[in-house]
């Protein structure tokens, strides 16, 4: 696709999110018009049903004109490709798009919006296609050692350098591996994304040029998961990529949920159980199945099938341990100089808690049993200082030696 037709196909999906936001507006107002003429609890009367109906024509008519319009102008962006200019993507605007993505990913691929992002693997924020050609193109110097990078939540590949420093890259330099990076849509169940990971990472390493020595893995926050999730069900098939894999360095990896997911899911209980606040508690509801995965951390399909993502409940995950041929090792931000505060912990990184890091739960069936020398607490960090905190690169470097 030429990058004016991206362009185009871009447009394209801001002009339908906007018709779909504004359908979605008029479908909460009228909603809180009727709680107001219609209080709880109370009886009504024939001229406040007589008002329900006459202003549903008027939001009728608000989704239809919206719709027909919409529709008018999701053709005419089609063909702005054809007479516009070609305009350079930057590193902004994809990471807007990485947001979008984390926020309403699922939805987006729903929908089937331009604006999705595919999963795929980048180096140097070009897309490298699983091939013998492109792979060798990319890396020049290409070697069997393979370092895959991961990353976050509503972010993507080119956000691995903060602070004019990308561990992967530095990585690579140093020890001599092959940096790649994982695209993904953030948006999506963890397991949906660590199912397709299973699948690319399995072309890969048959497609590698040279014969694959080692894969490891740096996953920074939900990057984690997924990578715990791809190894499960890439054991679980018997995949030959798994028998390469060495190692898994975790970065502020959620592993038993992430605490704003979790504060998420009360404004949720709390905004349903007030009469008149209830038409808002929708607003909750739009954020995507990737987030609501933080809840608990859930890796597998078992973890959120035949369950009501938005409704109040407990951690009903499948046990996952870790691999046991395969060195993993944790990595935690404290934002604080020290950890005797409980409040402390529970902060973290400001994202991701400190338990929750570091992999500890009080259920024994849990707890992932980190080894104590595979841990490490980088104090007075936060989420995204642990992409440029020179000493969290020396921590991976030397793990990565050992």
């Known amino acids: 696709m030429s990058n004016k037709q991206k362009t185009g196909s871009k447009l394209q999906g801001i002009s339908r999110l906007i018709t779909d936001a504004t359908i979605g507006i008029t479908d909460l107002v009228e909603s809180m018009h009727r709680r107001i003429v219609h209080p709880p609890f109370l009886p009504s009367t024939p001229i406040q049903h007589l008002i329900t109906d006459i202003s549903g024509i008027v939001y009728n008519n608000i989704r239809w004109s919206t719709r027909f319009i919409g529709s008018g102008v999701d053709n005419v962006l089609g063909q702005f490709a054809t007479v516009s200019g070609k305009i350079k993507t930057t590193a902004e605007r994809e990471a807007l798009q990485a947001v979008l993505n984390g926020v309403v990913g699922d939805y987006l691929e729903k929908t089937e919006n331009p604006l999705q992002i595919e999963m795929q693997l980048r180096y140097e924020a070009n897309t490298v296609l699983i091939n013998k050609k492109s792979l060798e193109k990319a890396f020049?110097?290409?070697?069997g050692k393979i370092l895959l990078m991961v990353h976050g939540s509503c972010m993507n590949d080119i956000q691995w350098t903060r602070n004019d420093h990308n561990?992967?890259?530095?990585?690579?330099k140093e020890l001599q591996k092959t940096p790649i990076y994982l695209l993904y849509n953030s948006g999506l169940h963890i397991s949906s994304?660590?199912?397709?990971?299973?699948?690319?990472?399995?072309?890969?390493?048959?497609?590698?040029?040279v014969p694959v020595e080692e894969l490891i893995i740096v996953a920074h926050s939900m990057g984690g998961l997924v990578s715990r999730s791809a190894l499960h069900y890439g054991e679980e098939q018997q995949k030959t990529w798994t028998k390469h894999l060495k190692k898994i360095i975790f970065l502020g990896t959620p592993h038993h949920g992430a605490s704003l997911e979790q504060a998420g899911n009360y404004v949720d209980?709390?905004?349903?159980?007030?009469?008149?606040a209830k038409p808002f508690a929708r607003l909750g509801k739009i954020r995507s199945a990737g987030v609501?995965?933080?809840?608990y951390g859930s890796l597998v399909d078992e973890d959120w099938k035949d369950i009501d993502r938005f409704k109040m409940g407990g951690d009903q995950r499948q046990s996952s341990s870790l691999p046991k041929k395969i060195d993993?090792?944790?990595?935690?931000?404290?934002?604080?100089?020290?950890?005797?505060?409980?409040?402390?912990?529970?902060l973290g990184d400001n994202m991701v808690g400190l338990?929750?890091?570091?992999?500890?739960?009080?259920?024994?069936?849990?707890?992932?049993?980190?080894?104590?020398?595979?841990?490490?607490?980088?104090?007075?960090?936060?989420?995204?200082?642990?992409?440029?905190?020179?000493?969290?690169?020396?921590?991976?470097?030397t793990w990565m030696l050992l």
């Open 292 to 295: 609501t995965d933080l809840r």
């Open 167 to 172: 561990h992967g890259t530095a990585l690579g």
């Open 269 to 276: 209980v709390v905004l349903e159980a007030v009469p008149y």
């Open 328 to 346: 993993c090792y944790a990595i935690a931000g404290v934002v604080g100089k020290d950890i005797k505060s409980g409040s402390t912990q529970l």
């Open 193 to 209: 994304n660590g199912q397709s990971l299973n699948e690319l990472l399995e072309k890969l390493v048959l497609h590698w040029p």
């Open 140 to 143: 020049p110097s290409i070697n």
């Open 355 to 397: 338990k929750s890091a570091l992999g500890q739960h009080s259920d024994p069936a849990k707890n992932l049993n980190f080894k104590k020398k595979n841990t490490w607490i980088a104090f007075e960090n936060n989420h995204m200082d642990l992409l440029s905190n020179k000493e969290i690169y020396s921590k991976i470097k």
